[in-house]
């Protein structure tokens, strides 16, 4: 059988794999039976020496494929714009070995999400007539689906969810289930045998304490004095010093002016979270929205703020004093009109 695992939710393609690579038999000789092909390495006569043999000591053999797929598409993309890719294209090997595969072999190709113009994709559906090609696409989840997710990821950890938390969480860290596999665990094991709830989820998840700090920008550029310093003091409560502050309001200073790069340049939304280097779609959603309500020269404005702060806070002000003032100096700054809030 030949299996074509795509999509940009690789915690659940990574978990379908694992489960065809369970069925190779006990892991005592799963080893002699699983080989990998990396995309940069492929060619026909290697697949075919992988996969072309019987099982040792086991029920079935796999080859898994890295990468193929995409790499075909971004050469397609170059020949596009004129330079010539044969790599773009499978050849025609390839369709007649995969159609001769023994019963005992899986052939999966693993990859990152694909267009359904990807030409290895078209080759390899069509074999057998199709009979032969299972294709699992693995989109990010969202919304009701998402939430499902996190109620019964956290049940197989054996813990309970509020509702409510569930709903934050899906919030705050969005379809990055490695991240979000990661924090449930992280969560199960700080509430042991009680409901997960969201003072939990604020107080651990790392995506959620970040929220105070998106309050603070918005207070800061919005020129609301109170509720800056209100949000200033919970965060210097929590352990946070000045130049902590500083530094994370900076950081989002810096994800805005990328956002309005990637607005300006209508940048496609898959690279807007490794552009501002991170995987939750709380974040980038945040700092898309900042984009549009704060002006350039705001930012630009901001970033000069900070500097003057940061400058006072290593020649001895305290951290109190130095924030206060930057909260008060903040009410010249040039704000934009705000739109869409």
């Known amino acids: 059988m030949i299996y074509v695992l795509h999509g940009d939710d690789s915690f659940s393609a990574t978990e379908a794999l694992r489960e065809l690579l369970d069925a190779v038999g006990p892991p005592d000789v799963r080893d002699s039976n699983v080989s990998t092909l990396e995309a940069g390495a492929f060619s026909v006569e290697k697949l075919g020496a992988a996969a072309m043999v019987v099982p040792f000591l086991a029920d079935r053999r796999v080859v898994v494929v890295r990468g193929l797929m995409g790499m075909a ?3 397609q993309r170059r020949g596009r714009r004129g330079q010539d890719n044969p790599q773009a294209k499978p050849p025609p090997e390839l369709a007649a070995l995969l159609g001769e595969l023994p019963p005992t072999s899986d052939v ?3 990859e990152g999400k694909l267009s359904t113009a990807n030409p290895f994709l078209k080759a390899v559906a069509a074999v057998g007539g199709g009979g032969q090609t ?3 696409e693995f989109p990010l989840l969202r919304g009701p689906q998402l939430a499902a997710w996190i109620a019964e990821r956290a049940d197989q950890k054996g813990a309970a969810i509020d509702r409510r938390a569930v709903a934050l969480l899906a919030e705050q860290v969005g379809g990055n289930l490695w991240t979000m596999d990661s924090e449930l665990e992280k969560l199960a094991i700080y509430c042991g045998d009680r409901a997960i709830g969201e003072d939990d989820v604020r107080a651990l998840v790392s995506s959620a304490k970040e ?4 309050d603070l920008v918005d207070a800061i550029m919005e020129r609301r ?7 200033m003091q919970q965060l210097l409560d929590e352990g946070k010093t000045g130049l902590n502050l500083i530094a994370l309001i900076t950081g989002q200073a810096r994800r805005i002016a990328l956002a309005q790069e990637l607005a300006a340049r209508n940048a496609p939304r898959e690279e807007w979270g490794p552009r501002l280097g991170t995987a939750s779609d709380f974040a980038v959603g945040k700092a898309s929205e900042q984009a549009r309500r704060f002006s350039r020269e705001a930012v630009a404005a901001l970033y000069r703020l900070l500097l003057q702060t940061d400058l006072a806070l290593k020649s001895g002000s305290s951290d109190e004093l130095a924030l206060t003032e930057m909260v008060a100096r903040a009410g010249t700054l040039p704000i934009a009109p705000r739109r869409g809030r």
């Open 73 to 75: 598409e971004a050469g």
């Open 108 to 110: 999966v190709f693993f």
């Open 134 to 136: 299972r294709t699992r």
């Open 211 to 214: 929220a105070n700090v998106f």
């Open 225 to 231: 004095p109170d509720a800056a310093l209100s949000t």
